[in-house]
């Protein structure tokens, strides 16, 4: 499917990869709506600013009448609705040691629940549709448990299989369910991690990559490639043998808070 000339909803379009995204469809002659908390900064961006084919629709995944209200919204400007690139997303860690229910539950709303929200918005819509595209931001995260990741892989992991099955109850439809599982990017999630990052892609290449690979008729989009070959790797070792290596890396994974997020935690508590 080419994505020019499409109205194209983007959730999670304030920063990163959901912000360069709703830049290169702009670019692309689409029409955008754009879907998240701070969603009405874009229009003080210089890059959007005065920008045409661009709608703003600040709203919160996590609030169903955030979702009702853009459901209203869509159903008046952009009922041929042709798309949906789910990127909303936050990256938190768990400790064992100094557990955080009310944090893990929210990642998990945020990363999964909000998704699931969004795509019963949006499905009836896109299954009238010629042509659709419903595409979900996951990670190389999903892949194997990850250490001091419990809210963030679990996330992942079940908007993947979520995906997955959509992909298989509507095989052969019109709709084209797309899995887009990045490796590092730099982006303000990533500029959270205080540990090394190997290969990191800028975010106008991830962007343009994911968009190449829709184009070209991929489902399953997992860049970079080495980052891939690396979690099937590992996937392959022993359970045994990842666990250990896997707790022995745990205390250098060390994610600072964003600034705006309700969340905080100590980076090593
Ligand atoms: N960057 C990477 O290396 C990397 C790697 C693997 C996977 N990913 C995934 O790619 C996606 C995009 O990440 P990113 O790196 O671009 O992160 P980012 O720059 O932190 O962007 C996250 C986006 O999610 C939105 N968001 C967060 N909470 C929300 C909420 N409650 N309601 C609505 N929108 C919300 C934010 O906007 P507001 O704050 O304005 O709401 C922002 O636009 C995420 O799902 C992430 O897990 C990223």
């Known amino acids: 499917m080419k994505l020019t000339q499409r109205t194209l909803l983007v959730v999670g379009a304030t920063s990163g990869l959901g912000r360069e995204l709703v830049r290169q469809l702009l670019q692309r002659e689409n029409r955008v709506i754009a879907f998240s908390r701070r969603a009405g900064a874009l229009a003080e961006d210089p890059d959007f600013r005065g920008k045409g084919g661009l709608l703003l629709h600040p709203g919160d995944v996590r609030r169903p009448e955030d979702i009702a209200r853009l459901g209203e919204f869509l159903q008046r400007e952009a009922p041929d609705l042709d798309g949906v690139f789910y990127c909303a997303g936050v990256s938190r860690p768990d ?20 998704a699931v929200r969004l795509i019963d918005l949006t499905l009836p819509g896109l299954r ?36 997955d099955c959509l992909r298989i109850d509507l095989y ?43 184009e070209a008729g991929h489902d399953i989009i997992r860049f970079p490639w080495y980052h891939a070959w690396g979690m099937t790797l590992l996937s392959w070792l022993p359970d ?21 997020d309700e969340f905080q935690w100590p980076v090593e508590p």
Not at 95 to 114: H, K, Q, S, Y
């Open 95 to 114: 400790f064992v040691e100094a557990p955080d229910l009310a944090r893990t539950l929210d990642t998990i709303r945020v990363n999964f629940e909000g």
């Open 172 to 214: 052969g439809s019109a709709i084209r369910v797309i899995t887009i599982a990045p490796g590092y990017v730099a982006t303000p999630m990533s500029a959270q991690n205080r540990f090394p990052m190997p290969g990191i892609w800028p975010v106008e290449r991830g962007v343009r990559h994911v968009l190449a690979c829709i």
């Open 240 to 260: 045994r043998v990842y666990w250990w290596l896997a707790h022995r890396y745990r205390t250098q994974v060390r994610i600072q808070p964003q600034a705006h």
């Open 128 to 163: 009238r549709r010629p042509e659709a595209v419903l595409a979900g931001f996951t990670s190389m995260a999903a892949v194997r448990g990850m250490p001091r990741g419990g809210a963030y892989c679990a996330s992942k992991a079940a908007l993947e299989r979520y995906l």
